[in-house]
């Protein structure tokens, strides 16, 4: 399998250029890798690197859009701390977004921007929600329609410690396998998911397809073991970026992260082909979004 990590070497978040073939390398669902690119913290910041800092009845710390900060074990001041770093991860993690991909900056919506402190090799999960499996992203009760996931990640490990990812084969190779196992699409199910609210909307047929895609890739044992794939350890102090709802990845070790999402408009892509939901579209031979 060609890789599918782009290794890119700049060391400021203002200033990497726009450059075509990252931008294509992207959109084809590849990872692009910061290998020096670390978001450098402060002395009071350092002493936020801890799994305590997380309230345990949280997954992760978020940064709401609105500056709210939720997921905090601590007083006022601990939550105003983190806020802070979060924050100011959330402008350069934008300020990066802006110089690789300025025509996504008009459209884009901004996603909450997490702070993930605790280790991943101990977390118990469902196989469902085990991202310890190679996936595609897709959100069960949140129908996007297409709207991209546009992902920064970055590792901010004291201990110098990887963030481990496996990274799986192209996006159209998956879906070639397991679109001929896929549940048909059924739209009263997805209405009476609506109106249960077990979804927050309509779900789609692309939204549908997107989940069994995730489901079958993390239920297929020998997939996960055998499948087409390259294991890619993200030094402390590096940065990427990718497209979650495309690249094929799965989490295997690390500890302290922190991430921004960036929500794309269907269409808004350099390449509109290029996209799950023009592959998905192709294949099927048929819209995939009329939701009414």
Known sequence: MESQIVKIDATDWRNVPNR?????????GKLLYFPSLAFDLTEQEKSLLRPDVRDPKARNISLNVDGSI???????????QVAAMVGRFRDQATALIAGLFPDYMPVVRMAPTSYRPSQVETRA??????DKRMHVDAFPSRPNYGERILRV?????????????????PFEAVARKFLPRAKPYVRWQAKALEMLHVTKSFRSEYDHLMLQLHDGMKGDLNYQQNAP???VPFAAGSTWVCFSDQAVHAVMAG???????LFLPPGSEYDKEASPL??????KGHP???VR
Not at 20 to 28: L, M, S
Not at 125 to 130: F, G, I, T
Not at 157 to 168: E, L, S, T
């Open 288 to 290: 995939l979004v009329d």
């Open 70 to 80: 939720k997921g905090v074990a601590g007083d006022e001041a601990t939550q105003q």
């Open 255 to 261: 500890q302290y992260m922190l991430e921004q999402t």
């Open 278 to 283: 023009a592959i998905l579209t192709r294949l």
């Open 153 to 169: 990640f970055t590792n901010v490990n004291p201990h110098g410690q990887p963030r481990v990812w496996r990274v799986g084969e």
């Open 229 to 231: 794939q390259e294991t």
């Open 125 to 130: 999960q469902s196989w469902r929600a085990d």
């Open 20 to 28: 075509p073939e990252w931008t294509a390398a992207v959109e084809a």
